[in-house]
């Protein structure tokens, strides 16, 4: 399914004008990423968006080392949401210690925080990194496992895992690239974005990781977020208690 509107926004995310979600990360940038074109169309369409970051990213290599290390990108955090329309009070700001999720005691608190959201009376869907984090970085991947853990009580909850990996995801939401970019922008311990395209620049109208040369394979990911951002539908199994991916019939 092709997400392009606001109307097709709430309908494909099974929300209406009035209903909140929530938009849960484990550090600055990654709701700027893999979100901010979804969270554009609901947001137009009357849905309450609330983003909650699990970390400051303080183990962060990329960046002035001081900005990082001090929790500074916190305020950029605000800047990339305010630049979405997102208020203080649906802003949740957390500083569990970065690279440091899977820790039980650090697990258990972060679940504790997600579920004490989702316990709002109107709330109806919780975003995550999806299953392999959109990167496959290990803190996206637990905060993925501990939001489905947290929505598994939930059942008004519907669950949206970004989907980067599977090449079929149930929506797909082609972003305004210009729009992310900006977004990105404010990032900026983080990336430099380059949005002229000369043709002899290598990197032309996108973004630059600030961090050594990566491979084309590492970069894959967000060379495709900045283009769209797809999602998978998560359901919980009751079988077993695993979780499954449920693909809609009509992807």
């Known amino acids: 399914m092709i997400v392009r509107t606001p109307a097709e926004a709430l309908a494909a995310f099974q929300l209406q004008p009035g209903d909140e979600a929530l938009v849960v990360h ?5 709701e700027a990423m893999a979100n901010s ?10 849905v309450v968006m609330h983003f909650m970051t699990a970390t400051l990213g303080r183990e ?26 997102i208020g203080p009070e649906q802003r949740h ?12 005691e650090h697990r258990s608190s972060l679940r504790k925080e997600v579920t004490a959201l989702l316990q709002r009376p109107n709330m109806r869907a919780l975003f995550t990194p999806g299953e392999h984090g959109f990167d496959q970085h290990p803190d996206h991947i637990i905060v993925h496992e501990v939001a489905l853990e947290a929505a ?26 210009a729009a992310k970019l900006q977004v990105l922008g404010n990032h900026r311990s983080q990336f430099a974005i380059h949005t002229t395209e000369p043709h002899d620049n290598p990197h032309a109208a996108g973004i630059w990781i600030l961090t050594e040369v990566q491979s084309i394979l590492e970069l894959a990911p967000y060379d495709r977020l900045l283009r769209e951002e797809p999602y998978t539908n998560f359901k919980y199994a009751t079988v077993g208690g695993n ?9």
Request: net charge negative.
């Open 26 to 30: 484990a550090h600055p940038d990654d």
């Open 37 to 46: 074109q979804t969270t554009t169309l609901l947001a137009l369409g009357g």
């Open 60 to 85: 962060s290599t990329r960046g002035d080392s001081d900005f990082v290390r001090n929790g500074k990108r916190r305020l950029e955090f605000d800047a990339a949401l305010g630049h979405l329309g």
């Open 93 to 104: 700001i957390h500083d569990l210690p970065d690279g440091r999720l899977h820790v039980p």
């Open 152 to 177: 598994a009580s939930q059942p008004t909850i519907s669950v949206w895992g970004i989907d980067t990996h599977s090449g079929l995801p149930a929506i797909r939401v082609p972003t305004d690239q």
């Open 243 to 251: 979780y499954e991916a449920i693909q809609h019939l009509d992807a």
